[in-house]
């Protein structure tokens, strides 16, 4: 993976993360509204895992956002 390639990586953890508790889930609610495992959510915000564009688009969408927002650096 090359520095671009992690620094988007950071970007989209830290944003979903960001998501994430201010709507006030905790990475298990979050998990079952994506259908996926609280473990998977906690992998991804810790930089352990990639997500997939699938994924990205699911979350965009559960929280109302452009998916473009998950890449801009806040």
Request: hydrophobic content about 35%; some cysteine.
């Amino acid at each position: 993976m090359d520095n671009k390639e992690k620094k988007y990586y950071e970007i989209i953890s830290h944003n979903i993360k960001k998501l994430r508790t201010s709507a006030k889930l905790s990475q298990e609610s979050m998990a079952e509204k994506l259908s996926c495992s609280r473990e998977f959510i906690s992998r991804v915000e810790n930089r352990k895992e990639k997500v997939s564009l699938n994924m990205l688009l699911k979350i965009a969408n559960l929280f109302h956002v452009n998916p473009s927002k998950l890449f801009i650096q806040s």
